[in-house]
């Protein structure tokens, strides 16, 4: 079936830091994949996607690059801010559908 | 994008008691989603909510419990049906926006005493 797992939080990082959250799929078919982030008191937002293998995906210094042969989608930033403290969804999509499948979610607290 | 809004954006509730969670979108749209994000979990979805006919409900869901109406193409309701302490959670609507992209609104936090 299809599935995500992403690394069990929380994150915990000072201001600055290079930061990577894991993220592995399991999937018949190419899904597209996707990072949503939730900020506190927020609903969730798409922070970036990617549609086909060796994709990356980009947005607010987050990257992401959809990996075929080791069915990975891992969530890089090179210096994170305090005010990217979020959990952060890692997510495939199932065509057209509609339908998404999540991650557990990861929490990333930046202390300054 | 599309601007999601969902009432109420929290409540508790007694057990035995039923609860329905509105969700109104600013544009007209054809995919709507209930999602549940019970604590420390991820997202799970209910069902889609299909505009002029019935619910489509994902395994583990039936109607009775979480009935849904979808009366038009910018309106949802979900109910949650006889609550028990386990249906604590989040309710989250979320609506297709093109591309596989979804939006959400901010949830409904429940609490079932």
């Known amino acids: 079936g299809n599935s995500v797992t992403q690394m069990e939080g929380p994150v915990t990082l000072s201001e600055e830091a290079f930061l990577t959250i894991n993220c592995t799929y399991t999937a018949t078919g190419y899904p597209s994949l996707f990072w949503y982030v939730q900020y506190p008191g927020e609903g969730l937002q798409l922070l970036l996607k990617?549609?086909?293998?060796?994709d990356k995906g980009s947005n607010k210094g987050f990257e992401a690059t959809y990996r075929k042969e080791t069915t990975s989608f891992h969530l890089e930033k090179g210096s994170v801010q305090v005010s990217d403290s979020a959990v952060y969804f890692c997510a495939l999509g199932l065509g057209n559908t509609g339908k998404l499948i999540f991650g557990q979610g990861t929490t990333l607290q930046v202390k300054p | 994008s599309a601007v999601i809004s969902q009432k109420p954006s929290r409540d508790i509730c007694q057990r035995g008691t039923s609860l329905t969670i509105q969700c109104q979108v600013d544009s007209q749209v054809t995919m709507m989603f209930w999602y549940r994000q019970q604590p420390g979990q991820s997202l799970t979805l209910i069902a889609t909510?299909?505009?002029?006919?019935?619910?489509?409900?994902e395994s583990g869901f039936v109607i009775d419990k979480f009935p849904i109406s979808r009366p038009n193409l910018t309106f949802s309701t979900l109910t949650v049906s006889n609550m028990s302490p386990e249906d604590s959670s989040i309710y989250l609507c979320?609506?297709?926006?093109?591309?596989?992209?979804?939006?959400f609104g901010s949830g409904t936090q429940l609490s079932v005493l």
């Open positions: 990617a549609t086909k293998a060796d």
């Open positions: 979320s609506v297709g926006g093109g591309d596989e992209k979804l939006f």
């Open positions: 909510a299909n505009q002029g006919s019935e619910a489509t409900y």
